[in-house]
């Protein structure tokens, strides 16, 4: 009886312990609208990994999800990071530049058809784009991205079926 409490119990503590170090690395986010398609649609299901920035910071190219700025109770967000602090963001002419170089960007499906005067991102703080540029609520609109509000990076596409698979990586150096 004795031996059969204690494995019972042990059973419980290690489940536990699953249990919360999943709820602290990693959680499930869905795609709200469009503004990340071509490459994410409406709907989609991601799993995201909280780990990644515990001791490590978004790089450019980093598809994140984070409490909005301006609404930081609202639904989290998923962009990608295009600027990071210190840099100089402009867009024009169809074309995303970063500290002054065109960016490559062969994940986006049409040009943004908007400017951004050039910009220097904040200390601690990130400039983010969904990849449909012309159809986002994102830094274009004049906010960034604070680091105390990024939960997470975007990691892989559990639904639907067909879309699983790790996200691609695409570096923007």
């Known amino acids: 009886m004795k031996s059969l409490v204690r494995d019972i119990l042990v059973t419980v503590v290690i489940a536990i312990g699953i249990f919360i170090l999943l709820q602290t690395t990693v959680q499930i986010s869905v795609i709200n609208g469009h503004s990340m398609e071509p490459n994410l649609d409406d709907g989609q299901r991601l799993l995201v990994s909280k780990a990644n ?33 210190g840099d100089t963001v ?31 991102v904040p200390e ?32 892989l596409s559990i639904w639907p079926p067909q879309s699983w698979g790790l996200l691609p990586d695409y570096s923007l150096d």
């Not at 402009?90 to 400017?115: F, Q, R, W």
């Not at 990130?126 to 509000?149: A, C, I, K, M, Q």
């Open 90 to 120: 402009e867009i024009k002419m169809g074309k995303v530049y970063v500290n002054g170089a065109p960016v490559d960007e062969p994940y986006i499906s049409e040009p943004p058809n908007y400017t951004v005067k050039e910009k220097k």
């Open 53 to 85: 920035y515990i001791f490590d910071d978004p790089d450019t190219g980093d598809i994140i999800v984070f409490s909005p700025p301006l609404d930081p109770k609202g639904t989290p967000y998923i962009k990608r990071v295009i600027g990071l602090s």
């Open 124 to 155: 601690g703080d990130y400039f983010v784009l969904g990849d449909n540029r012309n159809n986002s609520n994102d830094s274009h609109n004049g906010w960034t991205v604070p680091r105390e509000n990024i939960i997470a990076k975007a990691w």
